[in-house]
């Protein structure tokens, strides 16, 4: 079945574009050039109020510091950030009611000592992170598509908050400035390593097909054509290596796109925006991978459109957010051959919502 493209409305969450920024830096009284600082604001919290700056996407992090640079590193920068940036909010917040009415929209249970946020037991966010030491004993846990964070400090003292799981809150962009930021990175000039030399797996480990290829089976990812499969053969010698032959069109695009078979192709890529905005570019396959390769898990999939033609996708799943990016190409059978010397058109789509992934095919 051919792909088909479907263009998706995303709601802003507790967004952190330009504007926003700008925003919350004249709310606190403080120039916008403010960069990778740390500065004392005793009316908004005893503890430090960090800004950091992303020289690639021009982003800017802006909260209360909680968490050392050792402790975002293991915990996952996002998590980090994104509660950094609640506690400034909510240490911002003028009332209760503000801070309540908030909290119900974007589904966020806070609670101290067990106590509900609003109750007459906890009614001040400020005075509960002023008193949080740092760093204090951090738990995080993830069920059923809700994150629920735990401090303790002060022997006795927890401080529970529980949100969803979700890209927008999290990382505090809608899907316009979520675009942006992987298309900054995509062109970022970081150097690009190319694919290490792949070692062949035992020969015993692998399954032998009808058609005698030898596959290395993995995961697939919510329809049985994304899967993490690869494929090999014998040489003449009675040898295990690679496929890759036009005779197998399908198999072996997916080692291609695997970066396993020694080629790392180029594509000429649009990236299809939020708004219509299709920029275009070209983009080595090792970058991709480069780019996603620490947060996102990779499917492939392939498929024959007719006698000429194999469609080919991409897909880089992020599992702890339930969202994705995906790359789509169409190559023509008889020039997988000489793939290595052909520039390779494709669509990119980025942050696409998990539960929208079989709505595309």
């Excluded at 995906?326 to 023509?332: K, L």
Aim: hydrophobic content about 40%; proline content about 5%.
């Amino acid at each position: 079945m051919r792909l088909k493209f479907i263009f998706l409305l995303f709601v802003t969450f507790m967004g952190l574009n330009a504007q926003a920024q700008k925003q919350i830096l004249a709310d606190l009284k403080l120039p916008e050039s403010l960069c990778d600082t740390a500065l004392d604001i005793p009316t908004i919290s005893a503890k430090k109020i960090i800004i950091e700056c992303d020289p690639i996407t021009q982003s800017k992090h802006i909260g209360i510091s909680l968490f050392s640079p050792e402790t975002k590193q293991m915990i996952g920068r996002p998590i980090c950030e994104f509660l950094e940036r609640l506690a400034l909010q909510l240490c911002m917040s003028q009332s209760v009611i503000e801070t309540t009415t908030y909290l119900e929209r974007e589904k966020i249970n806070l609670t101290f000592n067990g106590k509900p946020y609003g109750s007459s037991q906890f009614r001040s966010i400020k005075k509960v992170i002023d008193a949080a030491l740092i760093p204090s004993d951090f738990q995080l846990t993830n069920v059923k598509k809700r994150f629920h964070a735990v401090f303790y400090f002060n022997l006795f003292d927890r401080l529970e908050i529980e949100f969803p799981a979700s890209r927008e809150l999290i990382f505090g962009t809608d899907k316009k400035a979520a675009d942006k930021e992987v298309y900054a990175t995509l062109l970022s000039e970081t150097e690009v390593v190319g694919f290490p030399p792949h070692n062949l797996p035992p020969i015993e480990s692998l399954q032998q097909d009808s058609t005698g290829l030898y596959v290395s089976q993995g995961k697939s990812f919510m329809i049985d054509i994304l899967n993490e499969n690869k494929y090999y053969t014998l040489n003449n010698n009675n040898k295990l290596e690679v496929l890759f032959s036009q005779k197998f069109p399908e198999e072996s695009i997916r080692n291609l796109m695997w970066g396993i078979t020694g080629v790392d192709p180029t594509f000429y890529v649009t990236h299809r925006m939020y708004g219509g905005y299709t920029p275009s570019f070209d983009l080595r396959l090792s970058k991709l991978f480069q780019t996603f390769g620490d947060d996102f898990t990779p499917y492939i999939g392939t498929q024959i459109l007719d006698e000429q033609t194999l469609q080919c996708v991409i897909v880089f799943h992020n599992h702890t957010f339930n969202y994705l990016h995906m790359i789509v190409c169409s190559i023509p059978i008889r020039e997988i051959d000489s793939i290595a010397t052909k520039t390779i058109k494709a669509d990119f789509f980025s942050n696409i919502p998990q539960h929208n992934l079989k709505k595309l095919f």
